[in-house]
Nanobody
Framework: QVQLVESGGGLVQAGGSLRLSCVVS????????MAWYRQAPGNQREWVAT???????NYADSVKGRFTISRDNAKNTGYLQMADLKPEDTAVYYC?????????WGQGTQVTVSS
């Protein structure tokens, strides 16, 4: 059974930083790309960043230069380091892997940025 568990969200002032973690179990994490998405109230879920199994990264323009995605395969864990946070970054953040062509999601972690 594939499970993704996010943590690390919270309330932070604008300009602050947070690091999100996502522990993945039930699948061969080392061989998979992992992504972070976010969903703000009233909005559709949007892609934030992806890291491939080989470590290549891609970012949405809205977070480029502020967010860093990384992974520790020994710990089956992916990370999203967020810096210079803005109120518009407020959302529930979800990690994602694909297993046999199907999206698998965690439960999400809330990030709230106050102005």
């Amino acid at each position: 059974q594939v499970q993704l568990v996010e943590s690390g969200g919270g309330l932070v002032q604008a300009g602050g930083s947070l690091r999100l973690s996502c522990v993945v179990s039930g699948t061969f994490f080392n061989a998979k790309s992992m992504a972070w998405y976010r969903q703000a109230p009233g909005n559709q879920r949007e892609w934030v960043a992806t890291i491939s199994s080989g470590g290549s990264t891609n970012y949405a323009d809205s977070v480029k230069g502020r967010f860093t995605i990384s992974r520790d395969n020994a710990k089956n864990t992916g990370y999203l380091q967020m810096a210079d946070l803005k109120p518009e970054d407020t959302a529930v953040y979800y990690c994602n892997v694909q297993v046999l062509g199907f999206d698998r999601w965690g439960q999400g972690t809330q990030v709230t940025v106050s102005s």
